[in-house]
């Protein structure tokens, strides 16, 4: 790899030779690469409206910077044990290890919200009925994750919505 340095008045512009040959860039990051590994996982829903929020509330809240993430539809009901997802569970677990021996993780996150379609849509119930469930089962989430992990710290939360304003609320059992 080659690089060359030019100066345009305040800014110094690098151009990098990269192997094998690539097309041209069609956008490139002011975010600079952080090679240190914070070793924090936060696994929420996939619900793209909450993901501002979640990064806001693990930065600011929770004081982890650049944490891996793991959004799925349902977020931490995907540790939950269920009549059809012993195979997805299984696989699932398999990629927790991975990420706790590789990316050396001391802590995971859980985040469970308020509307979560996947809780509506497998409880049949409006956001309110749901929320019951939701807490119930991102507990039993994090108990599972303290039985994989017994030496990994395991939070739960859950992200409350009413009108535009967005909550979170500690579900530490």
């Known amino acids: 790899m080659n690089a060359s340095t030019q100066t345009d008045g305040a800014f110094e512009w690098s151009s990098v030779d990269l192997e094998p040959a690539l097309p041209m860039a069609v956008f490139t990051s002011m975010e600079r690469w952080h090679p240190e590994r914070i070793g924090a996982l936060a696994l929420y829903c996939s619900d793209g409206r ?5 990064d806001e509330f693990c930065h600011r809240r929770l004081l982890i ?3 891996d993430r793991w959004a799925v539809p349902g977020g931490p009901g995907v540790l939950v044990p269920r009549v059809n997802n012993c195979e997805s569970l299984q696989a699932t677990r398999e990629q927790l290890e991975f990420l706790v021996r590789i990316h050396e993780l001391e ?5 469970t919200h308020y509307g979560c379609a996947y ?3 497998m409880l049949n119930r409006d956001a309110d009925g749901c929320l019951p469930t939701q807490m119930e089962e991102t507990l039993k989430a994090a108990e599972t994750l303290r039985g994989w992990f017994p030496s990994i710290a395991v939070e739960s939360y859950l992200a409350m919505r009413r009108h535009s304003c967005l909550s979170f609320h500690s579900l530490q059992s």
């Open 107 to 111: 802590r995971i996150v859980l985040i």
């Open 65 to 67: 910077p650049r944490y």
């Open 50 to 54: 909450w993901g501002e929020a979640f």
């Open 119 to 121: 809780y509506a849509g």
